[in-house]
């Protein structure tokens, strides 16, 4: 499985960005799919999470009401549209699969399969 995360950039506080990850692989609708980001100087953390059929999601409490995670089996592409962001956001964001599929949304280790991340900077 690979995993290409795009979208990030630069947004202004407030703004709104929406990353997409793209995945090879015919079997990408039974992977539950997360992700992740990880702050200068910090810890990789949990962002969200959807299952692999799209009716659970699972969110950070630091992004709930705020960002959206959707997928799109047909295109094998995981979606999270970030709105109302702010400089706390600013991370480098990464996507993740999880293949065995036990929907354990919040714990990196569950998931097998990881993309390259993608920078989202935010400034105030």
């Known amino acids: 499985v690979q995993l290409q995360a795009s979208g990030g950039g630069l947004v202004q506080a407030g703004g709104f960005l929406r990353l997409s990850c793209a995945a090879s692989?015919?079997?990408?609708?039974?992977?539950?799919m997360g992700w992740f980001r990880q702050a200068p100087g910090k810890q990789r953390e949990f962002v969200a999470a959807?299952?692999?059929?799209?009716?659970?999601?699972d969110y950070a409490d630091s992004v709930k009401g705020r960002f959206t995670i959707s997928r799109d089996n047909d295109r094998n592409t995981v979606y999270l549209q970030m709105n109302n962001v702010n400089p706390e956001d600013t991370a480098v964001y990464y996507c993740?699969?999880?293949?065995?599929?036990?929907?354990?949304?919040?714990?990196?280790?569950?998931?097998?399969?990881w993309g390259q991340g993608t920078l989202v900077t935010v400034s105030s």
């Open positions: 959807v299952s692999w059929s799209g009716g659970s999601t």
């Open positions: 692989g015919r079997t990408f609708s039974s992977y539950d």
């Open positions: 993740a699969a999880d293949t065995i599929g036990f929907w354990h949304p919040t714990t990196a280790s569950e998931y097998d399969y």
